[in-house]
């Protein structure tokens, strides 16, 4: 099962080894997406954590209990398809490969399942077409 979350770790846990320690003690494999973290100051990471629902559900509870707070992340990224002009400025700026453009039709591709909301397909776009929506983050 593959998870993806964002840690927001209070000023007192950047400083500590708590990715390491999810690694070593709990055997879950950890890709780090997107990283704000800075020693003295509130830091924040997108990740996606694999493992089995049980080891993922223990690594979050270690997160809580070492005052980091657990999110999953919803978003949903949507652009005006019938305004679109396949330019491919938001697919070279998606190193997910979220968005892609490929022969033979060489038109727009979007996978959600790849999608990190980095936010880059917003300002590549010339036409302004892509906006992201966050539901709810639910807190784990």
Not at 19 to 44: H, M, W
Not at 53 to 61: C, M, N, S
Request: aromatic share 8%; net charge positive.
């Amino acid at each position: 099962m593959t998870k993806k979350v964002i840690l927001t770790f209070p000023v007192d846990a950047t400083d500590r080894p708590l990715t390491y320690d999810l690694i070593r003690i709990y055997n879950v494999k950890v890709n780090i997406l997107k990283a704000e973290i800075q020693p003295g100051k509130t830091g924040s990471l997108l990740i996606e954590i694999e493992a089995d629902p049980l080891r993922i559900e223990q690594a979050i509870a270690f997160l809580n209990d070492n005052g980091v707070t657990v999110s999953t992340v919803s978003s949903k990224i949507s652009y005006d398809k019938s305004r679109c002009i396949n330019c491919g400025s938001c697919a070279s700026a998606c190193f997910s490969h979220a968005l892609t453009i490929e022969a033979p039709d060489w038109k727009l591709q979007f996978n959600p399942e790849k999608c990190i909301a980095c936010r880059l397909c917003l300002k590549a776009c010339p036409l302004k077409l892509f906006k992201i929506e966050f539901s709810n983050p639910e807190s784990c």
